[in-house]
Every structure is written in C-alpha cells, then in structure tokens.
C-alpha cells in the first residue's frame, strides 16, 4: 500500500507569493494534520481535518488555511509569503479523529527567498 | 498541551540496549504517551504509545512509571538504523494534535 504522499517535494518562492501544498492520505484514512517543521525544531501542529471539517487549529496566522477533499485528500495555502515561513511542511493522515497512529508524509520543502 | 522534558542527545553503542527517558510531571489522567521518530530527511514515525501499563511492540518497549510523572523508551537492540531524534508526546484522547518538542538526538555507534 502507498504511504502518504505529498506534492511537490521541493519549492522556491519570493516573498508576498502565494503557495498551495498538496497530500494525499492512505487509502481509508479520513483524517488528515498539517505541521511545520523549522530546521533544528520538532514539528509545530498547523490544522487538522476529518471529514472535510477542520477539527483543530494551531498557533499560525490567517495567512495559512487549509481543507480537506471529498477524497479525504488536502491543500495547504500558504498567502503573503514571509522568509520565516521557509520550512518543511509535513502532512500526517490517520484512521479518524482521535487515532493513536498517525502517518506522516516526507515532506514538502519550501523555501522562500 | 502538556510538556515533556527529554536529554537533547545520547549516544548509544550498536547491538546494546538503549534507554530515552522522558519526564511530564505535569500529565493529566486523560494524556496518553507516545514516542515518535524521525530518521534524516524523512517525516516522523510513529513507534509506541501506553496511558498506565507497560507496552511492547516489534519496535520497543514503553516502561511508565506508576505516577505516570516519567517514561522510558527502550530499544533492546540498537542498530544503526535506530539513529534519530526521538520525541516523547503526550497527547489527549480524542485530539489527533501532536506537540513535538526539540526531541532527544540518538546517536548510534557501530
């Protein structure tokens, strides 16, 4: 079976751009979380979602926002680039809500310049 | 969300039993803990999770003490494979959010 998938794998923005990252979750998971990871620090929760409805929410600004597919597939949006957001953006899909797994995806590294 | 307190780095020789502990004084009855890790360049993995009793899986093994206040990881056989940085999270049933700290950095010595 496919792992999580995330696209794409490495990204070059400028600042004040926009940015859509995607992932797909394992087949039958509904549920999919959104981090941040900074070089040198643990993942920083973002969003998560089960079906289609977001069910937490972290510390970020209203610059991110995010949802979540018919497919249970889900797009980060990322608005108004800063350098601060330079990151690996990291996906992770579980069963349903309240799951003691969850699976995380490799990664998107975004770079912003 | 409850915080956990990890050494920053160990170093662990290849084949010998390897001990990570944690402390979270401040879990509350309904925190679960979970050990996660992240081997370079990959997204974190999950490896274990208990509420009161000891668990064991294929991976490792999960030793809760009995106020809950600290828990030790422990991979009976470390391999260079193991090398990584090792995250203690506690985690409240029925919240999917992970609160990763800095994690504890494994070094692996063959």
Redesign the interface.
Known sequence: DAG?TQSPTHLIKTRGQHVTLRCSPISGHK?V?W?QQVL??????IF?Y?EKEE??R?NFPDRFSARQFPNYSSELNVNALLLGDSALY?C?S?LG???????????TRLTVT | DAKTTQPNSMESNEEEPVHLPCNHSTISGTD?I?WYRQLP??????VI?GLTSNVNNRMASLAIAEDRKSSTLILHRATLRDAA?Y?CILRD???????????NQVVVIP
């Open positions: 999580v549920s979380s981090y040198g620090q643990g993942p920083q929760f998560q089960y069910r937490g972290g990291l992770a579980s809500q309240g799951s003691y797994e969850q699976y995380f995806g490799p990664g | 679960y979970h360049s990959q997204g974190p993995e999950y999770h940085v995250y049933y029925g919240n999917n959010r992970l609160a990763f700290g800095k994690g």
